[in-house]
């Protein structure tokens, strides 16, 4: 059983500027995938946001088990209908992470319902993250902290609610943390942000980085089918009850009638 | 200090149907209001989504300590501008309340970031509520377990996120059960779901419904200052940092620039 | 790769008393397991508390991934050294699950820290599971309810901590509501409480619960190494710290000494 | 209505060690204690660990509303008799704060259920303390950070529960990172675990940490009276059943028999 990983790539930044370009080659996207097909039981492909649909059609989410999300300059050029086709995809079970900057995409923003703004500095400083949940799924075979030698900072307070657990926190060199590996779950479909990840440091190319963002596909993968329509409200009739019940009082639907939305 | 509640009212069974009509025949939200205000520490005000702005003006919100929401209905006709108004105030600290139907509201399913649903039964059958966190200050001299003898059954799986805490379980005569009372926080604002309260039955003259929410108002409301931009996302300069780094590697950004949205 | 399971069972009531030794003749440890046995990835084995060392010896834990615990009667009688073995075993990557009676067994309430008290009634009645974490591994392959004709009531409020998710609810005839299926980490460990199996009924025949149990036996199961230590409080000298700093002030410890405890 | 805070100090350093008791002659205990009598609507006291029964008596603890509790060295003095009262009073509703070296306490290794250890080094160097909840209000008149100039470094992982809030999170100067500010729920009593304060620094004269140490204290006090029995497991009698059943299948127990513990 392979796990289906579609890593969606916003691909601006490798075209206009140099030292993306330098390090990313064939786009951050492919450097992500490539290290995820490393492992036998992922299939990983990518998708840019340049292509039709920004890559995210209905067929390509049907196909998809794990979804990964990095952009960062063009957030506000993707379509409102295609987040909300993400949303639903993983409101019925299909995984998603994101990383670094797709804290303010539009998806992250969508399922977090908060700002998940923060502050930030590009110094190239030293950033270490420390595991702050034992032996998480997320964390397997990594030690307990870990280093980049040169990342963007993301300083707290983060936007965002209450995690399930939180997985990971970064100190950084200039005095700030974060909490860098933060899980959740919306509707049947789990979701993970990892923090790492600025476009001008070659931090996808980082063992350790790999091995998270592996981890995490594995973690946020759910076998069970997708649910059909994860927003579906049934009516439950009087007469289908489950326990025998005589209707009481004033009605205000019809028999049969649609709930409101 | 006076705790400043605005009972926002859908308004539109009220006029619709004569049994509503009947029930609160100055509306629910004037019910609501008017049980608040019993209490020396609140002070509450009424707003209709038929008033300019659905009665959700900068001002109001400005003025307003905790929001409480019920609609039904309509909840397609409130206006996008208006939700992103009220999420704004309950990130930047304002309390919120959402009630029965107001499960379906846009304000409550863009603070959640998933779709809210649940199965439901309009029959008139008894609702058990039971108390699933000791003491807790939502319920504060409540029993253990009270009952509403006509409810509309709302039932499991509800798509909401995991909740900070579950306060209240209900069971009803049908079969069904539902986490009743959740809290959550968004951004700097305190959220609170309550489940009790169909149009077409007296809940909100009930005396343990109205104690609920009174206690509710208490808990969701911060007295801290509201954060006046609770999306900010401030560039920390490296010369600004707290402790003394050295700008390294290539740099996305120049200096001063604002950060990708 | 198989899954290491010790069925923990108390083994008196199958003794004592007849109803009991008919529907689990050869106890209803055995049952449990040899229900998990069915399934190709599972390899459960069980002990008794008449056992030396209640059967719990620091070989059996080391050889244990996923233990699973149902005593009543006999909670006095586990000794607090077991306890103790059962609890740092968790601590270090063993996965446990707590069936039924076993909320009052000593290492649960070792490992919650709370009472884990309930109210209860055995009277044969009808219990309905909700499940309200959709597609959570736990409820695999199961409808979103499921029934049991024959159960003894636990009902809210359950004494125990808030849980990382809620995934089961439990409905009862007589009123009552309970929250049957709850999530946990202490230390490296998961932790699964799941309410059916009285043991005057067939419960553990079961199909329904038979697959909740491998699902959560599936959930629990942690393939990272144990941690050798779950309690060390290593000290990090000043010369061996990742940053370089000086060592300032006065201090308690001379170099060396171990922290207090 | 007036708080009553009891604050227990281990009282053992500030008698052995000269900087200790340089920096506190009156105790610890007498210096937080202090500082809490400033705020009007406090009423703090003092016990220490050689007080009889520590202190600690049932008469004392029923006229404290929130707990404060402070050891190091003596750890293992605290009898165990102690630790149960104390644990029976959080979990009937009082409030409880946990300071610094008490995360080896007796009574909060009881209350977590797990290890608590984590690493450390005593280097005088320089915490800061980070909000990462907006507007909570144990961090109600405090910056988004603050620093303590020399502290002892607590590292993570650090082997508590997932806790309700991650409140504060802490930057070391040697490279680690720690959540310093953490709040639970045991029973109906309110947990708050709140790192800084070791001995041989002037911490409890910081302004900011009397002001988390005093915003705690509100937070975690809860005005409802105690439950006369936190671990009270109630049998509900068919016949007084909510709703009406008729007891079907085999009973374990007579009549009015009490359940097993």
Redesign the interface.
Known sequence: MTIRVTVWGENV?EHE?E??AGIYPKGMHTTIADALNRDSGVSASTVVMQDTDHGITPEKLADTDVLIWWG?????EVSDAVVERV?NAV?S?MGVIFLH?AH?SKPFK??????C?????????RE?L??????H?IA??LP??F?LE?EE?Y?????V??P???VF?????????F?SGLT??????NVFYFRPG????PTYHDANVQRVILNAVKWAY???PR?AD?????????ES???P?????????KDGEE???
């Open positions: 930044h500027n030292i993306v960062h300059k063009a957030h506000g949303a409101w079970g900057s303010f969508r399922l977090m319902g908060t700002p703004n923060l502050s930030w500095r590009e110094a190239g400083e270490r420390w595991l702050t949940s034992r032996n799924p397997a075979g307990d902290h280093e040169n900072m300083g707290e307070p983060f936007g609610p209450e399930l657990e939180t926190v970064s100190w950084f060199a200039g005095g700030e943390v909490r959740y779950k919306r509707g049947a479909g600025h476009e001008t440091y759910n076998p069970a649910i994860p927003s579906a409200a049934p009516n439950v009739p009087v009850a489950l326990e019940i005589v209707e009481r009082g004033p009605k205000l639907h709930g409101y939305r």
